[in-house]
């Protein structure tokens, strides 16, 4: 079955550091891949996607490439914030009819100043 | 605010008891997700529902219901509970045929 493992944390870097959570998964077929942030007390946020090899997600920069010779999607930042601190989650879903996220663990980020 | 929302934002109860959690998605969606994180299990996908029909099934125990509403909103019910219920349960919705799911902010139980 569908499966996602990312780095365990937690992560502690300081202000304006560079940032790297890895991703791998196992999958059937052609996933979509994602990554969600949660800040604390708050439900899941989407942070990026990407639906084909090669494809790469960036938002609010955050960048992660879908690498299908690897089977990762490793999330990347060249300069963290205190108000990145959250915890993030790759995710993935094998598309069909059924559209459910298969999550990794979670990595808690923590950014102090 | 990702446009899906959740009643109630808490829930405490005692074993054995029943509850009933609510979920209205985005305008527009037509999927609705129910998820449930634990620290043990983490994010675990519970059941599907599409335009009022069941669409999968994932770790759902037998003591857990869910159904979707002609207006698309969604209850899950849950019974006879027992203390390793406790945990956050989120919503989603999608639009289908789109990989990417809007979560809610999601219902904390807790058994007592």
């Known amino acids: 079955g569908d499966s996602v493992t990312q780095m365990e944390g937690p992560v502690t870097l300081s202000e304006e550091a560079f940032l790297t959570i890895n991703c791998t998964y196992t999958a059937t077929g052609y996933p979509s891949l994602f990554w969600y942030v949660q800040y604390p007390g708050e439900g899941l946020q989407l942070l990026l996607k990407a639906t084909k090899a090669d494809d790469k997600g960036s938002n609010k920069g955050f960048e992660a490439t879908y690498r299908k010779e690897t089977t990762s999607f490793h999330l990347e930042k060249g300069s963290v914030q205190v108000s990145d601190s959250a915890v993030y989650f790759c995710?993935?879903?094998?598309?069909?009819?059924?559209?459910?996220?298969?999550f990794g663990k979670g990595t808690l980020l923590t950014v102090n100043p | 605010d990702s446009g899906v929302t959740q009643t109630p934002k808490h829930l405490i109860t005692a074993t054995g008891q029943r509850v009933t959690l609510r979920c209205s998605p985005r305008?527009?969606?037509?999927?609705v997700y129910w998820y449930q994180q634990s620290l043990d299990q983490g994010l675990q996908f519970l059941i599907q529902y599409y335009n009022g029909e069941e669409r999968a099934k994932g770790n759902i125990l037998e003591r857990f219901s869910a159904q979707q509403f002609p207006d698309l909103h969604s209850e899950l019910n849950l019974s006879s509970l027992e203390l390793g219920d406790s945990a956050l349960y989120f919503c989603?919705?999608?639009?289908?045929?789109?990989?990417?799911?809007?979560f809610g902010p999601g219902t904390r139980l807790t058994v007592t």
């Open positions: 989603a919705s999608s639009e289908q045929g789109r990989g990417e799911q809007y």
């Open positions: 305008s527009g969606d037509l999927s």
């Open positions: 995710a993935l879903n094998s598309g069909g009819s059924n559209y459910k996220l298969t």
